[in-house]
C-alpha cells in the first residue's frame, strides 16, 4: 500500500508561483513512473507533467516551459515548480504514481487570480 500527500498549493496573483510537492510512504518510489494530474471545475482531470525513474520528463502543451517536475528519491518526494501562473491553472492538483502501480493522492488546491 502507498500513500500520497500533498501540499503546496494556495491562493496565487497570476504571474506568480507556487512548488507543490507529494510524498510518497513505501519502498517503490525510486523505481516508479510519478505524475501530477489537474482538475478544474467542470472539467475532465488532465495530464499535468510526468518523470520516469531514469528522470525522464513529459508536459502538458498547456504547461511547457513554466511548470517543472522534479523528484528527490531520498526524500520519497515529487515536486511541481509552477511558474508563470495563469487564470485557467486553476484547479486541484493531484499527485499519481502511474507505474508500475497505481495510486492517487486525495490533492491540493491551486487558486490563481486574475
Known amino acids: 500500500q502507498v500513500q500520497l500527500v500533498e501540499s503546496g498549493g494556495g491562493l496565487v496573483q497570476a504571474g506568480g508561483s507556487l512548488r507543490l510537492s507529494c510524498v510518497a510512504s513505501?519502498?517503490?518510489?525510486?523505481?516508479?513512473?510519478m505524475a501530477w494530474y489537474r482538475q478544474a471545475p467542470g472539467k475532465q482531470r488532465e495530464l499535468v507533467a510526468a518523470?520516469?525513474?531514469?528522470?525522464?520528463?513529459n508536459y502538458a502543451d498547456s504547461v511547457k516551459g513554466r511548470f517543472a517536475i522534479s523528484r528527490d528519491n531520498a526524500k520519497s518526494t515529487v515536486y511541481l515548480q509552477m511558474n508563470s501562473l495563469k487564470s485557467e491553472d486553476t484547479g486541484v492538483y493531484y499527485c499519481?504514481?502511474?507505474?508500475?502501480?497505481?495510486?492517487w493522492g486525495q490533492g491540493t488546491q491551486v487558486t490563481v487570480s486574475s
Open positions: 499519481r504514481l502511474v507505474e508500475p502501480y497505481n495510486y
Open positions: 513505501g519502498s517503490i518510489f525510486s523505481q516508479s513512473t
Open positions: 518523470i520516469t525513474s531514469g528522470r525522464t520528463a
